[in-house]
Structure formats: structure tokens, C-alpha cells
């Protein structure tokens, strides 16, 4: 009997942290917790689903389940969600989930609530109760379903921490058939290509230092970067500073670009306009050095420099340099 099923992913064999996060969310919710996972070499993945406490793993395996296309996968869950009849799917926000999350729902004539943050449950009627930032982020909308089918939730990526393995319990291992049938077939995969990532990935990073308009060029990323080496984190952007060609929008921080929770985010130059918020609220702190005291990121920041970066930064940098 699984009540709660997450939609698991994995990468070169090994659970995503996505799904790492999803098993801690599901923990806020009452029932046995359920991890589904499709493609081929599941073994490692099975594992750490077991060590991080769920109660049962699905495997459904499948060469075709390894392409990245989203058609397969929705076909293999909807089989397994018909077999299992879970109140809740929890899907991560990824690349993917955005996709899938609505086909799936779709498939089983289930309620949606996409993009969201935080889930709980109602105590009298058992329905999730979901937490999901409206108007770019200025404001938090509280969602639930109706009815009694099952409920698809959409969780935002590094919304909860990801579960540990320190489970004693080992889970029950289920193998599941399911029929692909010709799925997926209307879309052929010629290529996959990776981004080559330097150093920490940007979500992942514990260190995070992201620079806004108020750096006034690329030039200055460059001892964004420096420090971001020195402390072994990562490097990120306001959308004004990606949007002036500075940096790639693959640093973009914010509702329409990443979402962090790093130790420290400081930030150099950005105004912490509610978009950009909504991507790193999750920071435990925020220091920012800006020349306005009136930025509405101070009310954001735990420690917060008021003056031109000019005279800030370098000063910082070699203090840093000293340190490490
Ligand atoms: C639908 C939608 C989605 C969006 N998504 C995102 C998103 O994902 N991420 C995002 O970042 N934005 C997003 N935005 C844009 C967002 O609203 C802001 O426009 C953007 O975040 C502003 O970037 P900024 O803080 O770098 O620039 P600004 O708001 O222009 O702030 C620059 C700051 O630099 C300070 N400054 C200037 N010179 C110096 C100096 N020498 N030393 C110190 N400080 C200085 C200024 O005082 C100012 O506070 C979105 C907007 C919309 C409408």
C-alpha cells in the first residue's frame, strides 16, 4: 500500500537529488511513502530510496525508459499510479517535471498544483494543502484539490532539504511491468548534450556570490568568479545583469531561473526585486553590499555593507585570499 508516490529520477544511475528532496517532503505528509523509478541500472538508485526511508521502491526497467523523452516516462507512471492508486505524486520541478507533471496528471484525471514550495495536509477533509508563490513571487497563494482523485503535487527544486541516508529500515523492492507499447516513438532522441560545468554546480553550491546591474559590466564577474574559487562555491546573476549579455542565463538566480538555498548568497549590486527572491529565499544567509540602504534586499540580508562595491569588494577578496 504506498498513499504517497514520488516520481523518482536518477543520473548515471544514481538517485537524483531532486528525489531526495521529494522523500523529505513526503514525510510531511500522513501515509506510506512510495518511490518509483524507471529505466535501466536502478540498482545503486534502489538503495539510497531504501536508506532514505522509503517504505517501498517500483522499478520499472527499461532501456527505452532511459531516453529522456517525457512521453515514455508519463506512460510508465500512469500504469503503475492505475496499479497503485496513490492519493498523492509528488514530481520535482526539474527540466523534465514541468513537462511530465501535467501529462501524468492528465493521464489519470487528476488535480494539479504546479510550482509549489511547501506541502502539508488538512487535518479534516486529508487533502494536500500546498504553498505556491503568484505574481512573480510577491505573494503566496495557498492551494487544495477537490474531489477524491488522486492529487499531482509539482514541487519547486531545493524547496526542502534532501532526505539523508540514514534510514535502518530497508524498503520493499517491487518490481513492475508495464507495457510501453509504442510510446514515445513520435519523438526520436538524435543527441543529448551536457553543459560543461565548471566547478560546483550552482544549486548545489554552499557558497553562492551573484552579481546585479550594479556591477555595470562583465569585468567584475571575473573577481566574482575568484572569490567563488577561493571558497569553493559558485557563481550567480541577477536577470538584468544576464539579460545585458554579462553572463549566461545559466547563472540567473531567480523566478525564471535557478533556485538556491546555499550557507551564504552574497550578493554584489542587485536589488532583491521579488523575482529575484522567489530563487534564493531559501539562502540560510543572505549578506548584501549595495550602495542604495533603501534596496529592498537589506530587508532580505542578515548582514548588509551599504557603499559602492568598488571600495568593498577588492578589500574583501584579498582579506579572503589571506584566509584560505
Ligand atoms: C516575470 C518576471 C520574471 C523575472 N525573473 C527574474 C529572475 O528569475 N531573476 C532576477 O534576478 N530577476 C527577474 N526578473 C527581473 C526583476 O524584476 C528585476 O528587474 C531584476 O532582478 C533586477 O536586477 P538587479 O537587481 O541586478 O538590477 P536593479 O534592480 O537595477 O538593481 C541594481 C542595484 O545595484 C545597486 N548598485 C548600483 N551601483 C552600485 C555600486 N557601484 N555598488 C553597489 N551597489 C550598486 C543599486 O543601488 C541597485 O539596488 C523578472 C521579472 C519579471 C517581470
Same mark, same amino acid.
Not at 532501456?63 to 523523452?69: A, F, G, T
Not at 553572463?247 to 547563472?251: E, F, K, M, R
Given at each position: 500500500m504506498t498513499d504517497i508516490l514520488v516520481v523518482g529520477d536518477t543520473t548515471n544511475g544514481k538517485l537524483g537529488s531532486a528525489t531526495a528532496e521529494l522523500i523529505r517532503a513526503a514525510g510531511n505528509l500522513v501515509g506510506d511513502v512510495g518511490v518509483g523509478l524507471a529505466g535501466s541500472r536502478l540498482q545503486e538508485a534502489v538503495r539510497e530510496a531504501s536508506s532514505m526511508g522509503a517504505q517501498t521502491i517500483y522499478t520499472m526497467e527499461s532501456?527505452?525508459? *532511459? *531516453?529522456?523523452?517525457v512521453y515514455t516516462k508519463v506512460t510508465a507512471f500512469s500504469q503503475l499510479c492505475q496499479q497503485l492508486e496513490p492519493r498523492v505524486i509528488l514530481v520535482s520541478k526539474n527540466s523534465h517535471g514541468l513537462d511530465f507533471g501535467p501529462r501524468l496528471a492528465f493521464s489519470l484525471g487528476a488535480g494539479l498544483a504546479q510550482d509549489c514550495i511547501r506541502i502539508g495536509e488538512d *487535518? *479534516?477533509?486529508g487533502r494536500v494543502v500546498a504553498t505556491r508563490p503568484v505574481y512573480g513571487g510577491s505573494a503566496m497563494a495557498t492551494v487544495t484539490f477537490s474531489g477524491d482523485g488522486p492529487q499531482v503535487v509539482v514541487l519547486r527544486e531545493k524547496s526542502y532539504e534532501p532526505a539523508s541516508q540514514d534510514s535502518l529500515e530497508s524498503g520493499n523492492l517491487v518490481q513492475v511491468e508495464v507495457?510501453?507499447?509504442?510510446?514515445?516513438?513520435?519523438?526520436?532522441?538524435?543527441r543529448q548534450v551536457g553543459s560543461v560545468a565548471k566547478g560546483v554546480r550552482l544549486e548545489d553550491a554552499e557558497f553562492v556570490v551573484a552579481g546585479g546591474r550594479g556591477l555595470g559590466g562583465a569585468e567584475p564577474f571575473a573577481t566574482l568568479e575568484e572569490l567563488a574559487n577561493l571558497l569553493g562555491g559558485a557563481v550567480g546573476a541577477s536577470r538584468a545583469a544576464c539579460d545585458a549579455g554579462w553572463?549566461?542565463?545559466?547563472?540567473q538566480v531567480g523566478l525564471t531561473g535557478r533556485t538556491i538555498s546555499p550557507n551564504v548568497y552574497l550578493t554584489v549590486g542587485?536589488?532583491?526585486a521579488s523575482q529575484h527572491m522567489a530563487g534564493c529565499s531559501g539562502s540560510r544567509n543572505i549578506i548584501a553590499i549595495n550602495?542604495?540602504?533603501?534596496?529592498?534586499i537589506f530587508k532580505e540580508a542578515r548582514f548588509g555593507v551599504v557603499g559602492d562595491w568598488n571600495a568593498i569588494l577588492p578589500s574583501f577578496l584579498e582579506t579572503v585570499r589571506e584566509l584560505v
Open positions: 532501456h527505452k525508459l *532511459d *531516453d529522456p523523452s *487535518d *479534516d477533509t507495457n510501453l507499447g509504442s510510446s514515445g516513438d513520435q519523438v526520436k532522441s538524435v553572463v549566461n542565463h545559466n547563472y542587485i536589488s532583491g550602495k542604495d540602504r533603501e534596496a529592498n
